[in-house]
């Protein structure tokens, strides 16, 4: 129960409304840009909003937050192309982000997917923590969809983007991370002892069957469950002390992931 009650502290501190601020600096390159806040996590992400005439705005670049400095109160932000609403029928603005455009930081973080190993941890989870839970079967379509029974992190973004999805949860090994799922960075890993019996590939869903491109990567069958997705968390959270930590005092097999981490001294 104590750890049931941890997630929900967890889900309430990071479903807060949207974090707003105006850039205060734009790059000469357009690949970052800062705003203040008054705190703010590393890898929550975002978009930035132009306003075009008084009552008519346009989102210009997706951001998440690479650096924040707590004594001058700075994000800086990297940015990348926002496509969630292509379409390539329709023309596209050449407006560029300035400063005083407005940054939209943690949308989608009211719903979550969680990636669970079985029924059970599935069940216990969702129904322990009070989110707008957006069920897996879902997701499954969209893997199947795309061809990827094995999922990769563009697997994730195209379902942030196809039902405004903010956070991911993961369950491994007794811990539950919390993750942005545009920028795949951690945001919080949580004790999560529950009682895993089975292992249903490549997550648990109702979905029987999920489709598989003839090649590429992410078509293979996932053969093994904690390998993979600890696989993606570390190549996209390469200096998370506390992931290497958890992958150094745990099984031996994972052991090979801890080359891939870039902590220095």
Known sequence: ???IFL???IVFSLQANVIKAPLLSVDENGERATIKLEKIDLGVSGFIVHTITQNHTSILKN????AYDKESKIATLKMADYDALRNNALPNGKWKPVVGDMVELAFGYSRALLIAPSEEIYHRITTSVQTQWIHVD????VISYRGHPTPLKEDFEAMSIASSVGLLFIYLDKKLYTVDIKSFTILTISDAPLTQDSVQLPFYSRVEHIEANWFGEGSDELEE???HYYELLVEYNPKNRKLYEIIKNGDEKL???LEKFELGE
């Not at 879902?138 to 379509?141: D, K, N, P």
């Open 63 to 66: 951001v998440h937050v690479i």
């Open 7 to 9: 997630f929900l502290l």
């Open 1 to 3: 129960m104590k750890s």
């Open 255 to 257: 052991h090979y992931l």
């Open 225 to 227: 469950y904690e390998p």
């Open 138 to 141: 879902l997701f499954a379509t």
